[in-house]
């Protein structure tokens, strides 16, 4: 799997002459853009003006394309162990040990395994009894609200589950 992009790497391939030559869509995994770049010379040089202030976006998609995302990466330890519910009991005690198996790294911490965000939801409704998920369950499972919201409701237009409404609460079935 190609590595996870860096936005510095991607302004400085940005720069002439290299930004002429649509280098930085290349390394971004964007090569009929780079193409497009190499024989417009970036379209006259506007497209170099748009990608100034686009980069750090094009970045972070490029990295979740790759199903990297902002959580700490594998090798980042962390002081102590990470309490996924935040000392609650969680009403499917099932959701916490398909969440949050960490792995002990040379005795000195602790450190999260890889896998999208996408991915821990469906491992989490897989674990729970009826397959279902509210945003509650997500929080208790340590994802903060803003990205559990972004991305069930991401999933539900995708047709990978389907929102529900019981009693004013959203539950997502997978």
Not at 19 to 26: A, D, W
Not at 75 to 89: H, I, K, N, P, R
Not at 135 to 153: H, M, Q, S, V
Not at 163 to 170: F, G, I, S
């Amino acid at each position: 799997m190609p590595g996870k992009k860096d936005t510095l790497i991607a302004y400085i391939l940005l720069f002439p002459p290299m930004g002429m030559l649509g280098l930085h869509k290349f390394y971004l995994g964007q090569p009929i853009w780079g193409l497009l770049y190499f024989f417009t010379g970036a379209f006259s040089g506007l497209g170099i003006i748009y990608d100034l202030l686009k980069i750090p976006e094009q970045v972070e998609q490029a990295n979740a394309l790759l199903n990297y995302r902002d959580a700490p990466q594998r090798g980042e330890l962390y002081d102590s162990v990470y309490t996924a519910t935040g000392g609650e009991t969680p009403h499917d005690e099932n959701i916490i040990e398909a969440d949050y198996e960490y792995i002990h790294k040379n005795g000195s911490g602790f450190s999260k395994p890889e896998r999208s965000l996408e991915a821990r939801i469906i491992e989490l409704a897989e674990a729970s009894e009826l397959n279902q998920l509210t945003l509650k369950d997500l929080i208790k499972a340590g994802i903060p609200l803003d990205d559990a919201k972004r991305t069930l409701e991401k999933l539900a237009r995708e047709g990978v589950c389907e929102e529900v409404n019981m009693d004013a609460t959203k539950v997502y079935c997978f």
